[in-house]
């Protein structure tokens, strides 16, 4: 549903440690998802995707898993650092929409050291 | 080779008064879109064009706010009349071509106070 100005949830975790950042999205036509990080000031960057004929796909210190029954996202940092401090966002696409991006409300990673 | 660039990143008006926000897309890119973010919120959808084509407007509110992407030179978001409503961040993407596999670059934004 629509986010309505409510404060970000927030995710503390230790430096070091795996971070796990969930996301529900809205479309069950969606075919295209993709994760993003902003820092404070910032755009936001891209960090990785996958696409709805995948459950998993990994890159560097990061995994997103896809859970189409239920219509979940997920992003696993692996051994979480400072600069992993940011909001992260996912967002989805239908192929035939391009780039029009329908975002997620955000959840906030504080990396304590 | 320069990313999306945004101006101004800071941008102050007052009621009534109009904005324009520049957006010069990465170097080879003809698709450019428009997001609005509120504070604490997700970007939202505006706009999408290309080169002196307006492809989807959906998400621009009715009044007061257009878009252009000429030919030559920067895609212009001009909200004309403003209100403190649209204080806001506005950010630019541009991408080469359409396609959802096609990463689409984001600028640094311009931040609109409306005072």
């Known amino acids: 549903g629509e986010n309505v100005g409510l404060h970000l949830p927030t995710l503390s975790v230790q430096e070091g440690d795996n971070s796990i950042i969930n996301c529900a999205y809205s479309?069950?036509?969606?075919?295209?998802f993709i994760w993003y990080k902003q820092e404070s000031g910032k755009g936001p960057q891209f960090i990785i995707d996958?696409?709805?004929?995948?459950d998993k796909r990994q890159g560097q210190r990061v995994t997103v898993l896809l859970n189409k029954t239920v219509k979940h996202l997920s992003l696993q940092i692996a051994a979480t650092q400072p600069g992993d401090s940011a909001v992260y966002f996912c967002a989805e696409t239908l192929k035939a929409a391009g780039n029009k991006l329908t975002f997620g409300g955000g959840t906030r990673v504080l990396v304590k050291p | 080779n320069a990313g999306v660039m945004q101006n101004p990143r800071h941008l102050v008006r007052r009621r009534g008064q109009e904005a324009r926000l520049r957006c010069s897309p990465m170097?080879?890119?003809?698709?450019v879109y428009w997001y609005r973010q509120l504070p604490e919120e997700g970007l939202k959808f505006m706009v999408y064009l290309q080169k002196e084509n307006i492809i989807d407007e959906s998400g621009m509110p009715k009044e007061r706010f257009s878009a252009e992407f000429p030919k030559e030179g920067p895609s212009i978001l001009r909200i004309q009349q403003v209100v403190r409503g649209d204080s806001a961040a506005y950010f630019c993407?541009?991408?080469?071509?359409?396609?959802?596999?096609?990463?689409?670059?984001f600028g640094q934004g311009t931040r609109l106070t409306v005072v």
């Open positions: 993407a541009s991408s080469p071509r359409q396609g959802a596999d096609t990463e689409a670059f």
């Open positions: 996958i696409r709805s004929n995948m």
């Open positions: 170097k080879g890119h003809s698709h």
């Open positions: 479309n069950s036509a969606s075919d295209y």
